[in-house]
Structures are given as structure tokens and as C-alpha cells.
């Protein structure tokens, strides 16, 4: 499985430009102005991993398949969006369709670029985003609270349920706190996600820096650091106008530019992985003389329910998974060596998948 991530933010925070970096296209059209993106731009991105390279490269590999991660551009939200300023409504529905929100701050002065509130205050602007998605999912509640109310008198389980999580979102928002904030139990979690609220989904907060400040970030970046801290999310430190002239260079000239530039790897590397923690994804992977190939899993994947991202025979028929560890695999020269030293293992239905596991599943058909 693959992720889907909605970058946000109020406009001219440099939104569009880092969606035109992390999909190494030009479909998002980067203006000096609100609302240059009008219909949200979808790009999918492979998901850069050393790992699989190496893999193939052992495995004399014919063809090599990253797993993907795909990016929404949605457009330049304002205050009042909740209730339809600007193209509010419209990008509020896009962000519902998200797994995750990137929230770019403009952590930059640049007095040729125009920001809508006329000042340069990234954890304002964040204040603002939080502000519109938690009066949206207010809205959204009241309604649907007073839709199920006949369900409820009845005796219906599921609205039962549904008008219990509703409330306890309402009772969070209305004290000024976004849905993710509630605890909810086990039992609850799946008809909790089915609300799709807003304010339920993970932040990174993406600070989109000058230049200068890609390598150590700079004072705007520091304020949004301590906000992410506080509020238990997770930030990057990103320049977007250096990851948009790193993605039209060659692999060899890209890696140079970074040198020089004092950064150890792509911005795109780093929201990545950013975006795996937040999400708690991992990896494991196929190999073989045809194709070595990379799949994306939450922690915790038992075999069967890995098996089943390729195909839902796999996890229908599950047998066994023969399984090596990826640093076992790379030590021992592939598959044949490592099991010959004992490093294959069979693993069966209980088995909880690691990142890096190189894996072949036998089941019935």
C-alpha cells in the first residue's frame, strides 16, 4: 500500500512549488498570486530506497519497482474557508480524501513574493489552517449529529457508537482542540476513521525556508520546531525552490548540488521518511531474477495481511512466508547463500512482518 499526503497551506507559501519538486513535473502552476491552483494536482512518487538498489543489484534484477507515495497540491486555503471564503468548501473535500496533511509554512522574507496576511508568521499561518479545519469539522458534526438522531432513538448500534465518537470530537473542538487529540479505544478506531475528520488526520509541518537556511533552518523554523514539539507532530525543514532545481539536475549533478549546498540528502528523502513515521509504514520487499520490488505496509502487518498487499489470494491461501532479514540477505549474497547458512526462516500466520524483510509466500490457490 501506498500513502496519500495533502499539501496544504494559505497561499504563496510555496505549496505548488514543492509539489512541482517531489513529482519532478511542472503540473502545478507556481504564481504570485491566490488560488493558482484551482483543481488539486495529483502526483505519484516512488519512494526512494537504498535498500532495494542494493537488493537488485545482488539479485541481478531485470527491472526494479519502488513503492509509490502519492502527493495532493490542494489550493491556497484563507481564513473563513470553513464557510466558503475563498474556494474553501472545494479544498476542504480534497483534504478529506487524505491520509495525512504536509502543512507548508513560509519560513522566508521575500519582500517579491506576496503573502496574503501581509506578514511572515508561520505558526500564525499554522493557527489559521488548524482554525478552518476545526470549524469545518464542527459543522460537519452538528449535521450529521442531528441526521442520526432518529437511528439513535431507535435502538441502532452502529449510530449508537457513531453519535458517542461524534460527541466526544465536538466536546474536543469546541475547547479548542483538533480531533486527533481524542483518545479513542480499539474497538472504536475503525468507526472513528470512518468520520473522516479533518483535524483527525496527522500533521507534518513542512517549513519551506530560504536558501540559506536548508541545511540548519533559520528563526522561523526554530518557532515552528517548538510548535510541533508541544503538540506532538513532526516537522521538516525543507527549501522549495532548491528541491524544484535538485529535480531538474541529473542523479550525478543532483548529488553534487547537495554537497555543495551542505545537505546530506534530498528535502524529498526526508518528507518521506517523515512521512512513514507519522504514519507508522514500513517496508519489506520481493526479489528475484525478474524484478525486486518494495511494498509498503503499517507496522505491525502480520504475514497473511502483508501477503495480501500483493494480492488477496495470497492472504485468502497463506501457507507460509519464507523470510530473510534485509542486512542477512546483503551479508550472505542473496537468497541462495543465506539459505544454505541457515538465515531463511519459515515463518506462519503470527508472524509480525520487520522493515527490510526480503519475503517469498507460498499458498494455496
Given at each position: 500500500?501506498?500513502?496519500k499526503m495533502g499539501i496544504?497551506?494559505?497561499?504563496?507559501?510555496?505549496?505548488s512549488?514543492?509539489f512541482?519538486?517531489?513529482?519532478?513535473?511542472a503540473?502545478?502552476q507556481?504564481?504570485?498570486?491566490?488560488?493558482?491552483t484551482?483543481e488539486?494536482?495529483?502526483?505519484?512518487?516512488?519512494?526512494?530506497?537504498a535498500?532495494?538498489?542494493?537488493l537488485?543489484g545482488i539479485?541481478?534484477?531485470k527491472q526494479i519497482i519502488?513503492?509509490?507515495?502519492t502527493?495532493?497540491?490542494?489550493?491556497?486555503?484563507?481564513k473563513?474557508?470553513a464557510?466558503?471564503?475563498?474556494?474553501?468548501n472545494?479544498?476542504?473535500?480534497n483534504?478529506?480524501?487524505t491520509?495525512?496533511?504536509?502543512?507548508?509554512?513560509?519560513?522566508?522574507?521575500?519582500?517579491?513574493?506576496?503573502?496574503v496576511e501581509g506578514?511572515?508568521?508561520?505558526?500564525a499561518?499554522?493557527?489559521?489552517?488548524?482554525?478552518e479545519l476545526?470549524?469545518?469539522?464542527?459543522?460537519s458534526l452538528?449535521k450529521?449529529?442531528?441526521?442520526?438522531?432518529r437511528k439513535?432513538?431507535g435502538g441502532?448500534?452502529?449510530?449508537?457508537?457513531q453519535?458517542?465518537?461524534?460527541?466526544m470530537?465536538?466536546?474536543?473542538?469546541e475547547?479548542?482542540?483538533p480531533?486527533?487529540?481524542?483518545?479513542?479505544?480499539?474497538e472504536?478506531?475503525k468507526?472513528?476513521?470512518?468520520?473522516?475528520?479533518?483535524?483527525?488526520k496527522?500533521?507534518l509541518?513542512?517549513?519551506?525556508?530560504d536558501?540559506g537556511?536548508?541545511a540548519?533552518?533559520?528563526?522561523?523554523?526554530?518557532?515552528?520546531?517548538?510548535?510541533?514539539?508541544?503538540?506532538?507532530n513532526?516537522?521538516v525543514v525543507?527549501?522549495a525552490q532548491?528541491?524544484?532545481?535538485?529535480s531538474?539536475?541529473?542523479?550525478?549533478?543532483?548529488a553534487?548540488?547537495?554537497?555543495?549546498?551542505?545537505?546530506?540528502?534530498?528535502?524529498?528523502?526526508r518528507l518521506?521518511?517523515a512521512?512513514?513515521?507519522l504514519l507508522?509504514?514500513q517496508?519489506?520487499f520481493?526479489?528475484g531474477?525478474?524484478?525486486a520490488r518494495?511494498?509498503?505496509i503499517k507496522e505491525?502487518t502480520?504475514?497473511?495481511q502483508?501477503?495480501?498487499?500483493i494480492?488477496?489470494d495470497?492472504e485468502?491461501?497463506?501457507?507460509?512466508?519464507?523470510?530473510?532479514?534485509?542486512?542477512?540477505y546483503?551479508?550472505?549474497?542473496g537468497e541462495?547463500?543465506?539459505?544454505?547458512?541457515?538465515?531463511m526462516?519459515a515463518?506462519?500466520?503470527?508472524y509480525?512482518?520487520k522493515d527490510?524483510d526480503?519475503?517469498h509466500f507460498l499458498?494455496?490457490?
Open positions: 500500500m501506498g500513502f496544504v497551506g494559505l497561499p504563496n507559501v510555496g505549496k512549488t514543492l512541482n519538486a517531489l513529482t519532478r513535473t503540473a502545478a507556481a504564481a504570485n498570486f491566490p488560488f493558482c484551482i488539486p494536482n495529483v502526483g505519484d512518487v516512488a519512494v526512494p530506497d535498500r532495494l538498489d542494493k537488485a539479485a541481478a534484477s519502488p513503492t509509490r507515495m502527493f495532493v497540491d490542494i489550493a491556497g486555503l484563507v473563513g474557508a464557510q466558503g471564503e475563498g474556494l474553501g472545494q479544498f476542504l473535500a483534504i478529506r480524501e491520509d495525512a496533511i504536509a502543512h507548508v509554512l513560509r519560513c522566508f522574507e521575500d519582500g517579491d513574493v506576496t503573502h506578514r511572515v508568521d508561520p505558526v499561518d499554522a493557527d489559521v489552517i488548524e482554525t476545526m470549524l469545518a469539522d464542527l459543522e452538528e450529521r449529529l442531528q441526521g442520526i438522531v439513535v432513538r441502532d448500534k452502529e449510530a449508537v457508537q453519535e458517542r465518537l461524534m460527541k470530537a465536538v466536546e474536543a473542538l475547547d479548542g482542540k480531533a486527533r487529540t481524542v483518545e479513542v479505544d480499539e472504536d478506531s468507526a472513528w476513521k470512518m468520520l473522516q475528520l479533518l483535524t483527525s496527522p500533521v509541518y513542512v517549513c519551506n525556508v536558501e537556511s536548508s540548519t533552518g533559520n528563526a522561523f523554523s526554530a518557532k515552528v520546531a517548538d510548535m510541533a514539539a508541544a503538540q506532538g513532526a516537522h525543507i527549501s532548491i528541491e524544484e532545481e535538485i531538474q539536475l541529473s542523479d550525478e549533478d543532483a553534487m548540488f547537495l554537497e555543495e549546498m551542505g545537505l546530506e540528502e534530498a528535502g524529498l528523502d518521506i521518511r512521512g512513514y513515521e507508522s509504514l517496508t519489506y520481493t526479489v531474477p525478474k524484478e518494495a511494498w509498503t505491525g502480520l504475514a497473511p502483508a501477503a495480501g498487499v494480492h488477496g495470497f485468502r491461501g497463506f501457507i507460509r512466508a519464507e523470510t530473510i532479514a534485509y542486512d542477512d546483503v551479508a550472505l549474497g541462495g547463500p543465506a539459505k544454505e547458512a541457515g538465515k526462516r515463518e506462519g500466520k503470527s509480525l512482518v527490510g526480503v519475503m499458498f494455496n490457490t
